[in-house]
């Protein structure tokens, strides 16, 4: 390797040495606490191994609450990218008033999740909540229904609500994807008398597939760590019913004090996340050959 192939590396060096300093002091700090005795102020009392792992994997609570951030994770990304898809198309044509409906389906984006939720829970308020009033005008309730009072209902309305804040962001993604598609192959197929359908399923898709799949990744991990909308509006409750790994990790650290076993839970968090990156990125290569 000359002078000149190693320049552009130099340069770049910097930013990789910077970035990779920021990634992974947290991660082998959070290892270090894992392995630790931690008090409640965060001071060390000696080291005792995997320890808090055993602990955390010996937690009932854990294994349950880990089930339902699969199912809330899976759930929220695929009715997200369902969604997403077909308005991302209607989005890519050109029709009247394309510029309004492009600003309001992403100006939910502009707004912080936190606020999101707390608007959600004013929303499903039992008392005063525009749910209810709505459903009742209608004759399609008798009496007002506590959305978060239990977790049959609780858990879907944050479903339901983790997909509608996630879908601006998506939109965007695949919107990226078919503004990159040549307009020549459809003006082609269009020639040839391919139908709208034949197009959608033989041209658009299968291009837009890599675009999918980085929207797929990319809200597995959003989603998979999101923290407001459980938070603010159940903490988890009632009963831990509706607990995912972030906030059973906030009250493991927060209000138990228990930061050697929190640290534990962030490590099987991350273990987790990649595991998924490099069998998804896999999967996804092998069908691209």
């Given at each position: 390797?000359?002078?000149?192939?190693?320049?552009?590396?130099?340069?770049?060096?910097?930013?990789f040495l910077l970035a990779f300093i920021i990634i992974s002091y947290p991660i082998i700090d959070l290892i270090r606490l894992?392995?630790?005795?931690?008090?409640?102020?965060?001071?060390?009392?000696?080291?005792?191994?995997?320890?808090?792992?055993?602990?955390?994997?010996?937690?009932?609570?854990?294994?349950?609450?880990?089930?339902?951030?699969?199912?809330?994770?899976?759930?929220?990304?695929?009715?997200?990218?369902?969604?997403?898809?077909?308005?991302?198309?209607?989005?890519?044509?050109?029709?009247?008033?394309?510029?309004?409906?492009?600003?309001?389906?992403?100006?939910?984006?502009?707004?912080?999740?936190?606020?999101?939720?707390?608007?959600?829970?004013?929303?499903?308020?039992?008392?005063?909540?525009?749910?209810?009033?709505?459903?009742?005008?209608?004759?399609?309730?008798?009496?007002?229904?506590?959305?978060?009072?239990?977790?049959?209902?609780?858990?879907?309305?944050?479903?339901?609500?983790?997909?509608?804040?996630?879908?601006?962001?998506?939109?965007?993604?695949?919107?990226?994807g078919l503004s990159s598609i040549p307009r020549d192959i459809y003006e082609a197929a269009f020639l040839d008398g391919a139908?709208?359908?034949?197009?959608?399923?033989?041209?658009?898709?299968?291009?837009?597939?890599?675009?999918?799949?980085?929207?797929?990744?990319?809200?597995?991990?959003?989603?998979?760590?999101?923290?407001?909308?459980?938070?603010?509006?159940?903490?988890?409750?009632?009963?831990?019913?509706?607990?995912?790994?972030?906030?059973?990790?906030?009250?493991?650290?927060?209000?138990?004090?228990?930061?050697?076993?929190?640290?534990?839970?962030?490590?099987?968090?991350?273990?987790?996340?990649?595991?998924?990156?490099?069998?998804?990125?896999?999967?996804?290569?092998?069908?691209?050959?």
């Open positions: 390797m000359n002078k000149k192939s190693l320049k552009p590396l130099l340069y770049i060096a910097p930013s894992s392995v630790n005795d931690v008090g409640t102020f965060g001071d060390l009392n000696g080291f005792i191994g995997l320890l808090n792992y055993q602990d955390v994997f010996e937690d009932e609570l854990f294994f349950e609450v880990l089930l339902r951030t699969l199912f809330w994770t899976v759930s929220v990304v695929l009715g997200t990218v369902i969604i997403s898809v077909p308005i991302a198309l209607a989005l890519n044509e050109d029709f009247y008033g394309k510029g309004i409906a492009t600003t309001i389906i992403m100006l939910p984006w502009a707004i912080s999740l936190a606020m999101t939720a707390v608007i959600w829970k004013w929303i499903l308020n039992p008392e005063y909540g525009m749910l209810n009033s709505v459903l009742l005008s209608f004759g399609l309730i008798d009496e007002n229904i506590g959305w978060l009072a239990n977790a049959s209902t609780a858990f879907p309305m944050q479903i339901l609500i983790g997909i509608l804040v996630s879908i601006p962001f998506t939109i965007s993604i695949l919107m990226g139908s709208y359908f034949t197009r959608l399923r033989t041209l658009t898709l299968p291009l837009l597939k890599p675009f999918i799949n980085i929207a797929i990744v990319l809200n597995v991990i959003y989603v998979f760590n999101s923290f407001p909308i459980i938070w603010i509006l159940t903490e988890g409750g009632p009963s831990n019913s509706t607990d995912i790994l972030p906030t059973y990790l906030y009250k493991m650290a927060f209000q138990y004090g228990e930061i050697g076993l929190a640290a534990a839970v962030s490590i099987i968090m991350l273990s987790l996340l990649l595991m998924f990156t490099f069998i998804y990125a896999y999967v996804a290569m092998k069908e691209k050959k």
